[in-house]
């Protein structure tokens, strides 16, 4: 029984961490997974591509909660993941890993879940494994589903969920350090609750545009980072343009390449890796051949 599963990254449009609601972007970065069920009770390996000294522990984590969840105990696993989600700058690689290896998983075992069901086994992994600081069920929905949604976190609810404009050319800045979220002081993230509040109200109005710049801004000064790609970015023409998660990656929107190779020529001269990609509208899927 062997199964291949592929969802998507995402960006942030309200980060939860200071009001428990949040909202996020799909984009597209394609993560995968490949889990093969073993006759070896228990026992779970994990192989990554790429990043090589990328922690495994949620994958195996993700594994034995679904397991757990079907009722399984005489079987093991052989999960591979393979991802251009860049890890530990704020671009949903932990949800997006869970997510993949939650429906590759399921659909090895020949189960099906609805997607609630499959959010809930993800983000119940991610908070096991200490990669989350709000259960992150909005980068998992927006992960998982592809589009712009708004969620609240604590009742693990979609409030809103619209398609995006997939010709939007959307920039992402990448430095070179990782930010991993033991190190996030959540005390500084919540002293910005009331501009998050404001964000979060524009959100739910569909005006993610402003909501992701509120928001980025407000988390940059709150957590240590530099605004100045941010601004740099809007001076250029971007339509929007913010801090993503816990950062320390870097997020904007341009309408036209013009205005994309514009905050691409500024965003190289200041360092880090610039990534070109477009928003995503569609939801994971998973198949047992290919």
């Known amino acids: 029984m062997k199964a291949r599963a592929t969802v998507h990254g995402a960006i942030t449009a309200v980060n939860a961490i200071a009001t428990g609601k949040g909202a996020a972007l799909g984009v597209d970065l394609v993560t995968e ?20 000294d990328v922690d495994t522990r949620l994958a195996e984590i993700v594994v034995r909660e679904v397991f757990a ?13 393979i ?10 690689s932990s949800s997006a890993a869970s997510n993949a290896v939650v429906l590759a998983t399921l659909t090895a075992l020949r189960k099906t879940e609805d997607d609630l069901a499959v959010l809930n086994l993800g983000v119940g992994a991610s908070l096991k ?23 609240d976190n604590a009742a693990r609810k979609v409030l809103r969920r619209d398609p995006v404009d997939e010709d ?31 964000a979060f109200a524009l959100a739910l109005h569909g005006k993610y545009q402003a909501a992701l710049a509120i928001n980025g801004l407000a ?5 240590g980072f530099d605004p100045k790609p941010s601004i740099d970015a809007l001076m250029a023409g971007a ?12 997020a904007a929107l ?21 990534i070109q990609t477009r928003f995503n509208n569609r939801k994971a899927e998973a198949k047992t051949k290919w």
């Open 254 to 274: 341009c309408r036209s390449d013009e205005e994309a190779g514009k905050v691409t020529d500024i965003w190289k001269a200041q360092g880090g890796k610039v």
């Open 33 to 52: 997974a490949i889990v093969e069920i073993t006759s070896d009770p228990g026992k779970i390996t994990v192989t990554v591509r790429g990043e090589v």
């Open 69 to 81: 969840h079907c009722k399984v105990s005489d079987l093991g696993a052989k999960v591979e993941t």
């Open 168 to 198: 939007m050319r959307v920039l992402i800045l990448v430095p070179d350090t990782r930010y991993y979220t033991g190190k996030v002081d959540v005390t500084r993230a919540r002293s910005v609750r009331l501009i998050a509040e404001e």
């Open 239 to 250: 339509v929007s343009a913010g801090l993503s998660g816990k950062g320390p990656a870097v």
């Open 129 to 151: 494994a200490g990669v989350t600081v709000t259960g992150a069920f909005d980068d998992a929905a927006a992960s998982y589903l592809g589009g712009f949604v708004v969620t």
């Open 219 to 223: 988390y940059s000064a709150a957590l």
């Open 83 to 92: 991802s251009q989600v860049p890890v530990a700058r704020g671009l949903k």
